[in-house]
Nanobody, 125 residues
Framework: QVQLVESGGGLVQAGGSLRLSCAAS????????MGWFRQAPGNEREFVAA????????YYTDSVKGRFTISRDNAKNTVYLQMNSLKPEDTAVYYC??????????????????WGQGTQVTVSS
């Protein structure tokens, strides 16, 4: 089992920044690829970013490229999502998730084995 706890969400004005953190416990964190997903009211959960277990490979959805950065610190068992130039359409509950390998289905939510409880991000216009 892997337990994931997100933090760092909040209310920010458009153009502002937030950094989300996801702390992991349980099994060896460095063995897992990690992803960030988000879900706005009435919408399906959508992929945001993913990172390989060693941190060398990253993927982003097109709408956040150049604005968001995913990173990880395996010594601290933590994955981060730095969000800059935030837009009102980024408003959602953000979830981190873990899976055993990155693979081709990195943007497919059901392929992830473990999930955090989510943290709310609200961007005002």
């Amino acid at each position: 089992q892997v337990q994931l706890v997100e933090s760092g969400g909040g209310l920010v004005q458009a153009g502002g920044s937030l950094r989300l953190s996801c702390a992991a416990s349980g099994r060896t964190f460095s063995n897992y690829a990690m992803g960030w997903f988000r879900q706005a009211p009435g919408n399906e959960r959508e992929f945001v970013a993913a990172i390989s277990s060693g941190g060398l490979i990253t993927y982003y959805t097109d709408s956040v490229k150049g604005r968001f950065t995913i990173s990880r610190d395996n010594a601290k068992n933590t994955v981060y999502l730095q969000m800059n130039s935030l837009k009102p359409e980024d408003t959602a509950v953000y979830y981190c998730a873990a899976r055993g390998y990155l693979g081709q289905s990195y943007n497919y939510a059901p392929s992830y084995d473990y999930w955090g409880q989510g943290t709310q991000v609200t961007v005002s216009s």
